[in-house]
C-alpha cells in the first residue's frame, strides 16, 4: 500500500544535540512538507519541496534544516539552534491539486 | 501571509446533537481543503472545495463553500462519539501551498 513512513515514533534529544527525523514516501509524489505542531494548536509549516534538489523555508525554518536528494524522502534535522524543539512534527506529501497525506508524525521531547 | 481563521475553538455536544465549524478569510480563496485529526493522530484529508457556492456531502458531514470564496463550514448532523478530533480548514495558496487555520476542537460526550 502506497503512504507515508515517519520514524521514529518518539525521540529524545539532549540539550545541544542534532536529531534527524525520518520522512519516506511511496505515492510518487513530487511534494513533501514538514509541519510543526504544538499541543493544542494548528499545523506550522517548517520547510517544504516541491521537486527533487530544491527546498524552500517555511513560516518557521528557523533551527531546522532538511535535504530532498531523492523523491522518495524528505528528511528533517532538529539543530542546536532550535531553542524550544519538543513538539509533534509531521510530514506529507502531495500530488498536484490534491489534498496532503501526512504521515503518523515524530513526537521529540527535549530531555 | 494570508491566514483563514476558524471558529470556534472547542466545542462539546452531547451525542446526537449537530456541529459546525466555520473557516473565514478576508480575502478569495482559490479553494479549501478539510481535515480531521482525532486525538493522538495525524491529519486525515477529507475534502476539497473549489466552485463558488460548492456544497459536498459525506455521509453526515456537509461541507460549503461560500458564495464569495471567503469562507467555508463544516457541520455534522447527529454527532457521533467516532466524531472526535480537531477539524482544520486549509487554504490552498499558490503551488498547492497550504496555511491551515487553527482547528476546531469537537469534544461528544455518550
Known amino acids: 500500500d502506497g503512504g507515508i513512513t515517519q520514524s521514529p515514533k518518539y525521540l529524545f534529544r539532549k540539550e545541544g544535540q542534532n536529531v534527524t527525523l525520518s520522512c519516506e514516501q511511496n505515492l510518487n509524489h513530487d511534494a513533501m512538507y514538514w509541519y510543526r505542531q504544538d499541543p493544542g494548536q494548528g499545523l506550522r509549516l517548517i520547510y517544504y519541496s516541491q521537486i527533487v534538489n530544491d527546498f524552500q523555508k517555511g513560516d518557521i525554518a528557523e533551527g531546522y534544516s532538511v535535504s530532498r536528494e531523492k523523491k522518495e524522502s524528505f528528511p528533517l534535522t532538529v539543530t542546536s539552534a532550535q531553542k524550544n524543539p519538543t513538539a509533534f512534527y509531521l510530514c506529507?506529501?502531495?500530488?498536484?491539486?490534491?489534498?496532503?497525506?501526512f504521515g503518523s508524525g515524530t513526537r521529540l521531547t527535549v530531555v | 501571509g494570508q491566514q483563514v481563521m476558524q471558529i470556534p475553538q472547542y466545542q462539546h455536544v452531547q451525542e446526537g446533537e449537530d456541529f459546525t465549524t466555520y473557516c473565514n478569510s478576508s480575502t478569495t480563496l482559490s479553494n479549501i481543503q478539510w481535515y480531521k485529526q482525532r486525538p493522538g493522530g495525524h491529519p486525515v484529508f477529507l475534502i476539497q472545495?473549489?466552485?463558488?457556492?460548492e456544497v459536498k456531502k459525506q455521509k453526515r458531514l456537509t461541507f460549503q463553500f461560500g458564495e464569495a470564496k471567503k469562507n467555508s463550514s463544516l457541520h455534522i448532523t447527529a454527532t457521533q462519539t467516532t466524531d472526535v478530533g480537531t477539524y482544520f480548514c486549509?487554504?490552498?495558496?499558490?503551488?498547492?501551498?497550504?496555511?491551515f487555520g487553527g482547528g476546531t476542537r469537537l469534544m461528544v460526550k455518550p
Open positions: 486549509a487554504q490552498n495558496n499558490a503551488g498547492n501551498m497550504l496555511t
Open positions: 472545495l473549489v466552485k463558488s457556492g
Open positions: 506529507a506529501s502531495s500530488g498536484a491539486g490534491f489534498g496532503y497525506t
